[in-house]
């Protein structure tokens, strides 16, 4: 059996982040030249590592013992080891074992380093939309914003949270805003990183609505005084599932700020 091949570098655009690249089958007379090449890296302080398997034909139940260990020598220095590129073999062997409970599995190391950067260096992102006042389109929003959470690793039940805040808000920005042939629509900003999902919901505020929008808006600091009121159920749903809500409503236009913070 030809010796495993191990190959040690930089990810090009994240220089932070380094690639042990594998090629060949990873069987037990491998786990010496890995925990050799680990060791050094960790040594060196190099605290995040891509694991890439792309070139890996099959892998053992001690090799994955062995990476195992590694991965907890690593986050023990706060950093992390994670997988990408399996194959298909490589898969069924690490969901066999329930080794995919352990290690975070990507597509690359283009995506894996992504997750570096993502998860350690808080970065943020920024996403704008805009469509017409029309309850037509609210479904499709919400699912979008859905999917983005999911992207970006949040539970199903914050991506579910994230939805219906989006779905509640979005539909009273089209009720109570500007209807006119010349309507500048809602406008919806995503603001995303590994802590929370801020919201910014805004539309031309109908100037026949705007008391009603203050009316409703009593209901994020006082609960509703008779159970005959309709009005204002939807904002509580959504002060309850979110940790920041407010609202800023004028003539000229209402924009409703939302702060989900992730739970785990």
Known sequence: MEPLQ???SKSINFPKVTVISFAGKMGFSSIKPISSTFEKEINDDNK???????K???????VIGELMGCRTSLLAKEGDLVLAGCKMDVLETLNALDADKIFK?????RSASNYYYWEF????????LSFPSDLSFVPPVRAFIRRIAKQKRYNNKDAFRIETIVDEICNNAVEHGANE??????????TIDRDKIELSISNKTDPGKVEALKKMSKYLTKPKTSLKETRG????LVKMLANDFQIDSSESGTCVKI????EE
């Open 259 to 262: 702060t989900k913070l992730r």
């Open 6 to 8: 191990i190959d040690v």
């Open 121 to 128: 260096h808080g970065q943020r992102e920024n996403i704008d």
């Open 105 to 109: 599995i990507f597509i690359d190391v």
């Open 233 to 236: 159920h939807g904002l509580a």
């Open 56 to 62: 890996v034909a099959s892998i053992s139940s001690p």
């Open 48 to 54: 995040f590592i891509v694991a890439d398997m792309s």
């Open 181 to 190: 042939e010349k309507d500048e629509g809602i406008g919806v900003r995503v």
